[in-house]
């Protein structure tokens, strides 16, 4: 138990391996509640199942052996909740806010959730759903570019599939497959239930161990396998009056010391607002977008770039961005650059702290990340500990020049890879 200026923060473990991780916000009214799930599509490792983390996520909300579908939804209705779920690379979440007086009932209703029934006439109908999704993204050129980036840095790992998997995995899986996954994967030792507000801790742990404390343990975690980049560019010729264009290259991982200097270093190269490549390109008028993103992972990470540019641009675009990258990575960043992104970092994590949902979905992460529940103070402290040199060591320690893997859709197919 850890105290932060206002707030207390817990965790307790049940026998069965659930975790329960709270932070007491007693000036709020509301309390936000999840389940994590530590699964998503780097866990489907077979490419017959490619797509169930996020089918199984749909799954959930089409009845328990208490609950219809319908009765789900109107049990969050009659609360007043707000209520929803996502599937990501790495986790599955299920969440809601509510008022504090409305926790107990929103906890049980989500428990309940994490034991559905996956009956087969509702997984038959959710998979038209699933391929009608599938097909829909397919008409986004911006979706098109980044499945196929993902597809080919990822090549031969777990993660070169998207979310939402591909029309074949999701037309041939059937319904034992995913009692399967769920019965692996949704085991209470690979859950963490997360609140966050005005909450009683005692009676919340005395809740999960009664509603969650039969559950049988499972599979746990995942084995994050070592993973080398091939560089590589691959063209998707379409007629479009934009190309699209991503990028990446190797970077520190989610668990890795580097990790701020990395985002806030994404964040000076690239950021939509207040960045190098914001001034030197998008607010020249010369691409519609032109933005980095640091993406941080169970054991590896990447930064990406994305750009969107008249074709006959797409070539001048990327030299600049590459002129970008090569300028911090010999020359450096600035001292005025830094505090700029820093002020911007620690008003956002600022703002979160005035969230209970924020917070509440920052536990988890907190928790597998740094093996603690960190304070918003502490978190501060991180952010202000990044130097000019951190950051720099950070850009040549992850060169990008003959590890970067690129993927373009578009006519224009002269662009270069360097």
Known sequence: MANSSANTFHMHTLPNGLQILGQSMPDMESVATAFYVRTGSRDEHSPDIYGISHFLEHMVFKGTNTRTADDITLAFNRMGAEFNAYTSFEETVFHART????????????????????????????????????????????????????????SGTSLDHDVIGTTESIRAMQVEQMRAYHRQ????????????????????????????????????????????????LKHIAKDLKQQYIIFGYPFPSEQSADYYSASLGADILGDGSGSRMFWNITHQ?????????????????????????????????????????DSIEQDGIHEEELQRAKAKFIGQIALEEESTMRRMLN??????????????????????????????TVFKKWPSVGRTVLVTIGPNNNLTLR
Not at 205 to 218: D, K, L, N, P
Not at 363 to 392: F, Q
């Open 285 to 325: 008028g010369l691409a519609e977008a032109a933005v980095t993103q640091f993406y941080p992972f169970d054991g590896l990470g990447m930064m990406l770039a994305f750009l969107v540019t008249p074709p006959e641009n797409a070539q001048r675009i990327l030299d600049l961005t590459y002129h970008e990258i």
């Open 185 to 232: 994967r949704y085991s209470p030792n690979n859950l963490i239930l997360s609140v966050a507000g005005k909450i009683d801790w005692d009676k919340t742990v005395a809740q999960a161990e009664q509603i969650c404390g039969g559950w049988s343990s499972g599979e746990f975690g995942r084995t994050a396998a070592p993973f080398v980049t091939e560089p590589s």
């Open 363 to 392: 536990l988890p992460h907190s928790w597998l990340i740094d093996g603690r529940l960190k304070t918003i103070d502490e978190e501060i402290s991180d952010v202000e500990a990044v130097t000019v040199d951190s950051i720099n």
């Open 99 to 154: 008022l504090s007086e409305e926790a107990p009932a929103a906890i049980e209703l989500l428990a309940d959730m994490m034991r559905p029934t996956l009956q087969e006439d509702d997984f038959i109908r959710e998979r038209e759903v699933i391929l009608s999704e599938i097909s829909r993204g397919e008409d986004n050129p911006s979706q098109v570019a980044s499945r196929r980036f993902f597809q080919t840095y990822f």
